[in-house]
């Protein structure tokens, strides 16, 4: 079965970027998808086709995705953002939908 | 207002069923194909099972294949996810959202049900 791999966390400083990444053999040809999730929260859809952003959500989010490894990019980190985030991709050879171990954002 | 709200969680023995339902509103229901997701305590996100607009395809996690059933009636703007034979590892809040099609994003969730499987 296809795996995602995410650092289990990462810290960031206000105001500084914070990239998280995913990590997965040729997920450069898949369409990733970014969650952020905050505690006692449902997930929130912050990222779809690697780089698209819903309504919604700020311009300071954004993704790109190539070889074997899909980045969240956060810039202007503020406390708010502080979360655990998730990619996600769907897997063709198991038609599953398949989800990284998630990353927890630490705003310092 | 889009919205999606859980129920049929609770605690149960191992061994036990219950039926999850999955009601959304404020959207064409009949339209979105629906994703069950779910997070053990202090876990990550872990997708469980698919069902497509009109409920003719359906897809299951391989932890959950052969216990869990998906089912909907768009009559009832409604998604059903059965659970059979539940084990302590099922114990999770359990999350229905949209999709766009089996493989697009999961894009509107709901707040989920939390189901406890403890002796």
């Known amino acids: 079965s296809y795996v995602l791999s995410q650092p289990p966390s990462v810290s960031v400083a206000p105001g500084k970027t914070a990239r998280i990444t995913c990590g997965g053999n040729?997920?450069?040809?898949?369409?990733v998808q970014w969650y952020q999730q905050k505690p006692g929260q449902a997930p929130i859809l912050v990222i779809y086709?690697?780089?698209d952003r819903p309504s919604g959500i700020p311009e300071r989010f954004s993704g790109s995705n190539s070889g074997n490894t899909a980045t969240l990019t956060i810039s202007r980190v503020e406390a708010g953002d502080e979360a655990d985030y998730y990619c996600?991709?769907?897997?063709?050879?198991?038609?599953?939908?398949?989800f990284g171990g998630g990353t927890k954002l630490t705003v310092l | 207002e889009v919205q999606l709200v859980e129920s049929g969680g609770g605690l149960l023995q191992p061994g036990g069923s219950l039926r999850l339902s999955c009601v959304g509103s404020?959207?064409?229901?009949?339209?979105?194909?629906i994703n069950w997701v779910r997070q053990a305590p202090g876990k990550g996100l872990e997708w469980v099972s698919y069902?497509?607009?009109?409920?003719?395809?359906?897809y299951y996690a391989d932890s959950v294949k052969g216990r869990f059933t998906i089912s909907r009636d768009n009559t009832e703007n409604s998604v059903y996810l059965q659970v059979n034979s539940l084990r302590a590892d099922d114990t999770a809040v359990y999350f229905c959202?949209?999709?766009?099609?089996?493989?697009?994003?999961?894009?509107?969730w709901g707040q989920g049900t939390l189901v406890t499987v403890a002796s």
């Open positions: 996600q991709v769907w897997d063709s050879t198991s038609d599953h939908q398949v």
């Open positions: 069902i497509s607009s009109s409920g003719s395809v359906v």
């Open positions: 086709y690697d780089a």
């Open positions: 959202a949209t999709s766009d099609g089996a493989s697009g994003e999961i894009d509107k």
């Open positions: 040729n997920i450069g040809s898949k369409n």
């Open positions: 404020g959207f064409t229901f009949s339209r979105y194909s």
